[in-house]
């Protein structure tokens, strides 16, 4: 793990996290007692890290856009960007159109707002959820999209609320290009239809960091340039619990960049051309032995 590259908020959630504030220069150490799922009476110790960078979305900010370009947001040497979607289109309301994503506070991050009818102080509307509280809206799913410049594998995520904290789900897809996302006439299910996606539950950690009372490990073992990271779709992998009682905001993420291939070891053989002549060698040695026997 390369610590240099690491902002203040660390995702790894061990019992005791040590982490670089990349804009101050400065060591900061955060102590976690454990975390648990949301389900558990008692909380039991994480340990697993989420990756080699963490994006910490309160502290370094956004750069919203799906391209790189002009990104003044690096981490670990690759450029980021954000932008929000949510499938909301009039009275096509399953077509995935652009959404925005809206910075909560200092404390508690990044939701996603849409075009239907929502607003920044209607909870949880304000999220990044999959319902609504708006008298009349059909279900719409939130999701942020993150662009790197260079291929990384998403590790995790972390979130400072969640409305429920006994059944919340997150979804992620690895997009190898977006332009069923950005065509504006396409559904979540065309648009991840070849991708790799799954779902997985969202723990509470015991820690006093607002940013992180909340947190999620990923496990797809693949490296894109774009990654999809929402409220729970079930098109994006079915693992139970409800897909209409998930909202949440995002504080951070983790991820590990792709390294360049150790080339594979060589073992020495003779040339092809001192082997071609001994053979012929010994053929002339045998036909003039033949020879020599028939006289």
């Not at 719409?140 to 006994?166: E, I, K, M, N, R």
């Amino acid at each position: 793990m390369r610590l240099s590259s690491i902002i203040k908020i660390c995702l790894a959630l061990s019992t005791t996290c040590i982490a670089n504030n990349a804009i101050a220069g400065n060591w900061y150490n955060y102590n976690y007692s454990g975390c648990g799922t949301s389900t558990q009476s008692t909380s039991i110790e994480c340990n697993s890290p989420l990756g080699e960078n963490v994006y910490n979305l309160v502290d370094k900010g956004v750069f919203e856009s799906t391209s790189t370009t002009s990104s003044d947001v690096a981490i670990g040497g690759v450029d980021i960007s954000i932008s929000g979607w949510a499938d909301t289109f009039g009275s096509k309301d399953d077509i995935v159109v652009g959404a925005n994503t809206y910075k909560i506070s200092d404390w508690y991050g990044y939701g996603v707002t849409n075009q239907d009818w929502e607003y920044s102080h209607n909870s949880p509307d304000h999220a990044i959820d999959n319902m609504n509280t708006v008298s009349g809206n059909w279900q719409d799913f939130d999701f942020v999209l993150f662009s790197f410049s260079d291929s990384v594998t998403l590790q995790g995520a972390g979130f400072s609320w969640a409305y429920s904290q006994s059944d919340t789900q997150v979804s992620v897809a690895a997009l190898d290009n977006i332009s069923s996302l950005t065509s504006g006439s396409s559904t979540w299910s065309s648009i991840v239809g070849d991708a790799l996606t799954a779902s997985y539950n969202v723990e509470k950690c015991d820690t006093t960091d607002e940013h992180l009372k909340y947190k999620s490990e990923f496990a797809i073992n693949t490296s894109a340039k774009y990654w999809l990271v929402g409220a729970y779709n079930k098109v994006f992998g079915d693992i139970g619990g409800y897909s209409n009682n998930d909202a949440f905001k995002l504080t951070s993420i983790g991820f590990s960049v792709d390294g360049t291939p150790t080339p594979p070891t060589t073992t020495a053989v003779s040339e092809p051309g001192t082997i071609g002549l001994l053979f012929a060698s010994g053929m002339l040695v045998m036909w003039r032995r033949k020879q020599a026997t028939n006289k």
